[in-house]
């Protein structure tokens, strides 16, 4: 038997990289699975679900089951419909893994502010959206799980990456509170 049968998680950013290999792994070990991607390009341009369906329809081809979803962690409305969506498809919510991430590195004096908080709204901001959307559901339950990715940027820097750190040490605090 899977070790996560009966479980559903949400793995934010889940379309590519670490994300997709998370959503897989949860889908072959039983887990229901909610995929989230926006889709968005490498420089944050356009949306298309296709490719979270696409991890979708691998999880279901090897047996497990799992929806796709386009919502971006950045919004607050985007994060609620996502948990929605796990419960009103599943009947719960066990697991979100805050994995949805992007990069706008630069020099810090040449850091536009638009760089700055496109980088805290995904990373920090949507790891507190996506997490506090499943808190009471969690709390009803009695029981939940959270992961958030970090990243050494968070814990002792990284030259070009002062949004990134600046966020990743944010989600740490974010884990320990």
């Known amino acids: 038997?899977?070790?996560?049968?009966?479980?559903?998680?949400?793995?934010?950013?889940?379309?590519s990289g670490i994300g997709k290999a998370i959503a897989l792994r949860y889908g072959a070990e039983g887990a229901k699975v909610v995929?989230?991607?926006?889709?968005?390009?490498?420089?944050?341009?356009?949306?298309?679900?296709?490719?979270?369906?696409?991890?979708?329809?691998?999880?279901?081809?090897?047996?497990g089951q799992a929806t796709a979803n386009g919502d971006s962690v950045a919004d607050w409305d985007g994060a609620n419909r996502m948990v929605t969506q796990a419960v009103d498809t599943y009947g719960r919510i066990d697991a979100v893994i805050n994995n949805a991430g992007?990069?706008?590195d630069r020099f810090f004096f040449n850091m536009s502010p638009e760089e700055w908080r496109a980088v805290i709204d995904v990373h920090l901001n949507g790891a507190?959206?996506?997490?506090?959307?499943?808190?009471?559901?969690f709390k009803e339950q009695q029981g939940g799980s959270y992961i958030h990715?970090?990243?050494?940027?968070?814990?002792?820097?990284?030259?070009?990456?002062?949004?990134?750190?600046?966020?990743?040490?944010?989600i740490s605090a974010l884990a320990k509170s």
């Open 128 to 137: 507190f959206y996506v997490s506090r959307a499943a808190a009471p559901h």
């Open 102 to 104: 992007i990069l706008r």
């Open 35 to 63: 995929v989230n991607d926006l889709g968005a390009s490498l420089q944050g341009e356009g949306r298309d679900t296709a490719r979270a369906q696409a991890v979708v329809d691998e999880i279901v081809a090897g047996g």
């Open 149 to 170: 990715m970090g990243s050494t940027s968070g814990l002792v820097g990284n030259f070009g990456q002062a949004n990134c750190a600046a966020a990743k040490l944010g």
């Open 1 to 15: 038997m899977a070790r996560l049968t009966g479980k559903v998680a949400i793995v934010t950013g889940s379309s």
